[in-house]
């Protein structure tokens, strides 16, 4: 499927007087857009290259089914799809069906704390004691006297993850229906030693942004969702996004997972009879969402672009962390995204896994191309041969190929592209 669209703008007051100055302004931007970023494409052509990749890696990786998203440089929007939705019945994957977007959700959460630090509410390297410090509890959560911001955005304060705990997962699924307070789920790791000196080290976990999303709604005094549609989900019309906080999920394609084995010990093909087998509302801040593919390839074009927040803020956020040291580094984890840095350039995303689906978010700002893809099946399931990145890594020749070569070139700056707050 291939869809077609232009960039909405924001026009000044005294501009919206005059409709002719105003097309004017819009007809400049088209010229622009057009003109620069995808100018003699053939993008009939381009679409099916994309599909025929995609068919390959279906037949090569074993998945069941798989969805593509992709935002071009001018804004032509491509929602693709391949395999199966679900197996046994013979029912083909649509680009509309949804999934679960693991830790790719995170994107969104470090996304509503960069707002925060924009509007002076929130600094980066304030202590998390001085939001959560006075709580019964905050002793006895590792590093607690040493945590900052910053670290909890970049997985470098040494916090264990409570997720794949054993108790954890067995209290989960003795209460399928449990709605979890977020210091129930840090409960699991009170006590526990710190996997690293806080700042001298890297280790992902889902507990940071447990923890940040504790930070948010107490500054903001509102829950995280509600801010997450007030602040991005609705101003950028991201309408196939939303929270994954109920065990029915409105488009939740099949999923395969491995069937009761651990860690997850769930059934091997999810939601049974419409209802998820737990209550994925536990994720939370931690990924938290339920999306399509395009709807992703939206957020990451516009995330990565300066869309959401301050230039500045783009650069703070795009500030990498080694995955080993936790000390700056031309690749690694910055606040809430992944930095790599490739032969052709850097890419910019995040990945995430939930039992069940993998979701993979990747933008390249050499092409100014945002790239989602979503299968419907987990590294646990046995039904998945590679990765995700290497899957997206397999396009490059065609962004290369219909594009042209670029030099590696890193942050796309706000002056070198249209400003728009949302394009559909």
């Not at 307070?181 to 889902?206: I, K, N, R």
């Not at 995280?224 to 609705?234: P, Q, V």
């Not at 969402?289 to 939206?298: N, Q």
């Not at 850097?346 to 939930?354: D, L, Q, T």
């Amino acid at each position: 499927m291939l869809m077609k669209r232009l960039p909405r703008m924001d026009f000044p007051t005294h501009w919206k007087k005059s409709a002719v100055a105003a097309w004017i302004l819009l007809l400049l931007v088209c010229r622009w857009d057009y003109g620069h970023a995808s100018s003699g494409v053939d993008q009939d052509r381009f679409t099916q290259n994309v599909q025929a990749r995609l068919d390959a890696l279906h037949e090569e990786g074993h998945f069941p089914g798989a969805t593509l998203g992709i935002v071009l440089p001018d804004g032509t929007e491509l929602a693709l799809a391949a395999g199966w939705a679900d197996i046994e019945e013979r029912i083909p994957m649509k680009p509309t069906d949804r999934m679960f977007t693991g830790s790719a959700g995170k994107t969104f959460v470090a996304a509503v704390a960069l707002q925060l630090v924009q509007e002076g509410k929130l600094r980066l390297d304030s202590k998390v004691s001085e939001f959560l410090g006075r709580e019964a509890w905050f002793s006895r959560l590792p590093n607690h006297e040493d945590l900052t911001v910053r670290m909890i955005m970049t997985h470098t304060g040494g916090l264990p993850r409570y997720v794949f705990k054993e108790a954890f997962i067995d209290r989960l699924l003795e209460v399928p229906d449990k709605v979890w307070e977020p210091v129930e789920l840090l409960e699991f790791v009170f006590d526990d030693p710190q996997v690293h000196p806080a700042g001298q080290g890297w280790s992902y976990s889902d507990t940071d942004y447990i923890v940040l999303g504790m930070i948010i709604e107490g500054i903001c005094r509102n829950d995280y969702y509600s801010e997450l549609e007030k602040r991005i989900l609705a101003p950028l019309s991201l309408r196939s996004t939303g929270p994954s906080n109920r065990r029915r999920l409105e488009g939740l394609v099949t999923g395969y997972t491995a069937d009761g084995a651990p860690p997850f010990k769930l059934p091997g093909k999810v939601p049974v009879k419409g209802v998820y087998p737990v209550n994925p509302q536990f994720e939370w801040c931690g990924g938290g969402l339920i999306t399509t593919s395009l709807d992703m390839a939206r957020w990451a074009k516009m995330l990565y672009e300066g869309e959401v927040f301050s230039d500045a803020m783009l650069k703070e956020m795009l500030r990498p962390m080694d995955f080993r040291t936790g000390e700056p580094a031309e690749q690694g984890y910055g606040l809430g995204v992944m930095v790599f840095k490739r032969p052709f350039g850097f890419i910019y995303g995040h990945g995430g896994v939930f039992p069940g689906y993998q979701t993979q978010m990747s933008y390249f700002p050499q092409w100014k191309i945002a790239v989602t893809m979503q299968v419907n099946a987990d590294s646990f399931s046995g039904k998945l041969k590679g990765d995700l990145n290497q899957f997206i890594g397999r396009l490059v020749p065609l962004f290369e190929e219909f594009f042209g070569r670029q030099q590696g070139s890193g942050l796309v700056m706000a002056g070198q592209r249209p400003r728009s707050v949302c394009s559909r």
